[in-house]
């Protein structure tokens, strides 16, 4: 059976259909589905080696599919990736900047590679709606923190205006302070209708800002849950199974 998507106007602006993908013949991600909606948050969690940062590679268009489809905001990123690419921010779990450039010329470097020539006005609203320090602005990055240098990243999405982000491990190795403030970040993009697309071990973040978790076992998407009532999700039978997936061998002594 073909599955066929409409490439416009795309109804979720991340879609993995059917996906079977994996590195040298070796099968990896086993019919994979994701759809992730305009201003919904989607957290993937998973063991060690399920497959999460493969599921990102594959809206970045570095992972063919052998089967199914993938596409961005109706865009196919393995034969447009520049395309693709276009409608989306990467932030890995290492953000990657120009060391000796400030955070200000940073944004404004990296907007101009992607062919965007905002001002200075644009890019301090940007930097200042991610939560950076005014004084920051000017500062060379070489010397910023994780979560800083997460804000610098969140602000080039913003000035972007991508409708899809895609984020690795983004709160790992942030207390829980810079973790409640990133998630706050999290909700300004969601509240401007991006799709966000999160893998992280960090159940509790993730039941704090996702729509929805869905459980990554070994290639197979083996459960989800959307958030529910106040309480959103029941973190203890999350964390139950989640810790479950963990084999004997594995588990902390
Ligand atoms: P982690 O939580 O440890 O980051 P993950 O769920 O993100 O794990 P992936 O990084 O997607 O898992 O890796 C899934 C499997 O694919 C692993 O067995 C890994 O060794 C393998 N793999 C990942 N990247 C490549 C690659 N470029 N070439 C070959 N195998 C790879």
Known sequence: MTIEIS??????????????????????????????RAGEIYALLGANGAGKTTALSLFLGFVAPTSGQVRVHG???????????RHIAYIPENVALY????????????????GQNDGPDAIARALAAAGLDTAAFDRRVGGFSKGMRQKV????????????LL???PTSGLDPQATAEFNRLLQLLRAQGVAILMVTHDLLSAADVADRIGFLDAGLL???????????FDVRALHRRYAGQIT???QPA
């Open 248 to 250: 004997p061998s594995e």
């Open 153 to 164: 990243a969140i602000a080039l999405a913003l000035a972007r205006k991508v409708p899809a």
């Open 7 to 36: 490439a416009a106007p795309p109804s979720h602006a991340l879609e993995a259909l059917g996906v079977v993908a994996g590195y040298g013949g070796k099968t990896i991600l086993r019919q994979l589905d994701l759809r992730i």
């Open 99 to 114: 060391e000796h450039l400030t955070a200000r010329e940073n944004v404004a470097y990296l907007l101009d590679l992607a």
């Open 75 to 85: 865009v196919d990123p393995v034969a447009q990736p520049g395309e693709a690419r």
């Open 222 to 232: 083996v459960e989800e849950v959307a958030a529910e009532g106040d309480d959103r």
């Open 167 to 169: 984020l690795d491990e």
